[in-house]
């Protein structure tokens, strides 16, 4: 049975997208009837293969893109209303973000759109590049990145406005194993703190890793929503782990099972995980100070992500009188100087500018010359150079 809206997140009802032709003829059913609901503080992961109609269902819950048919519920309000926006971040599947700014002016410029007062921006810049790894590459421009890096850069840009709804579509593409590994202990700490993410993805093994629930779509209709265990249990089979036995205990169990009408199917060792084995391998070489030219792990989840200390903080500057800053245009920030001394330079440069006014420019020779003749009037010869070229347009003899 579906919640209701106040205790759901994300609520979509009979959910369907059909791109028309010119003709307004239907063309492709990209979504047909899909009924979606995502609890507070859940992960919930949105499976299918390209093609599935994952991308269209984010942009119709983001406001992107409008429904044939159905409805979408959004914190119990329209997609398209401008106070839902401002509560979601946002990671697309590619990052569209500008080549020629570096990862500070990157976030400084999402925050603004955020309305971010500006301390607590800078704040939040250096917190998340931290985060996410990037602090020592902070100065070069977003077009140099690798996309790895370009995909860390664009979660830092999806918690800037520390959102309650975080949607994050193919997050771990083009990251490195390390890369993987942290976005998904992001995810995990933010649910614990209060986030809900949806995570549209085609890997499965992430998806597994960090989601509560999951729904899987095939030609865009649902073919399964449940937890991890509902669809992933084989109800058929037992599984047994136990330390390591010698071949004459395993015989003996396979003699009580035999007796019992059942048979040992398979014996073997566990497998590690390859995640695994790379982190470990990687985690030894940092040991060892091995030199790296690339992205680093990042630091812990920024802590205004979490809830603690960012209210507080807000209160303390309220009583001593903090700085209630109203939202600046979206420009570059000039640098900060005191009132008096842009005043003092500005009066100076205005008294230069007034003096080499009324000081008429000299030529070299004209510097050069006694001062007795340069304070002689000069002879107008302008008069005679024009006199001589009417001569010559009437065809007179000098």
């Not at 759901?8 to 003709?23: E, H, M, P, Q």
């Not at 949806?198 to 899987?216: F, G, K, Q």
């Not at 073919?223 to 599984?239: S, Y």
């Not at 802590?303 to 570059?332: H, Q, Y």
């Amino acid at each position: 049975m579906v919640e209701t809206t106040q205790q759901s997140v994300i609520r979509t009802v009979g959910l369907t997208k059909v791109f028309r032709d010119f003709w307004l003829r239907e063309k492709v059913a990209a979504v047909t009837d899909l009924n979606l609901e995502i609890r507070p503080r859940e992960v919930f992961g949105m499976l299918g293969p390209n093609g599935s109609g994952k991308s269209t269902t984010i942009k119709m819950l983001l406001g992107l893109l409008f429904p044939t048919r159905g409805r979408i519920h959004i914190f119990d309000h329209d997609p398209t209303n401008v106070r839902v926006k401002s509560r979601i971040g946002f990671l697309p599947e590619e990052s569209d973000l500008y080549p020629f700014l570096d990862a500070r002016e990157t976030l400084n410029f999402y925050g603004q759109l955020f309305h971010v007062p500006r301390r607590q921006r800078r704040q939040r810049i250096e917190t998340l590049l931290e985060m996410v790894g990037l602090s020592a590459v902070a100065h070069r421009r977003v077009g140099e990145y690798s996309k790895g890096m370009q995909r860390r850069i664009g979660l830092a840009q999806a918690l800037i406005n520390d959102p309650d709804l975080l949607i994050l579509d193919e997050p771990t593409s083009g990251l490195d194993p390390l890369g993987t590994k942290q976005f998904k202990d992001v995810i995990r700490t933010l649910a614990t703190r209060g986030k809900t993410v949806l995570l549209s993805s085609h890997l499965l093994a992430d998806v597994e890793d960090v989601c509560d629930r999951v729904t899987i779509l095939y030609g865009g209709r649902e073919r399964a929503t449940g937890t991890l265990d509902e669809l992933l249990a084989r109800r058929e089979q037992t599984q047994l782990v136990t330390d390591e036995l010698d071949e004459a205990t395993l015989e003996e169990v396979r003699r009580v099972l035999t007796a019992r009408g059942r048979g040992v199917r398979d014996v073997s060792y566990p497998r590690d995980r390859l995640e695994n084995l790379f982190l470990n391998i990687v985690e030894e070489a940092r040991q060892q100070r091995v030199s790296h030219g690339g992205a680093i792990a990042g630091g812990q989840v920024a802590e205004f992500l979490t809830g603690a200390g960012e209210e507080g903080r807000d209160i303390i500057e309220s009583l001593v009188g903090g700085e209630n800053e109203t939202p600046e245009p979206i420009e570059a920030e000039q640098a900060e100087a005191p009132v008096e001394e842009t005043r003092d330079v500005d009066e100076s440069i205005l008294t230069g500018l007034q003096q080499a006014r009324d000081v008429e420019p000299q030529t070299s020779a004209e510097a050069a010359a006694p001062a007795d003749e340069r304070a002689q009037p000069k002879k107008p010869d302008q008069t005679q150079a024009d006199r001589g070229i009417i001569d010559d347009l009437l065809g007179d003899e000098p």
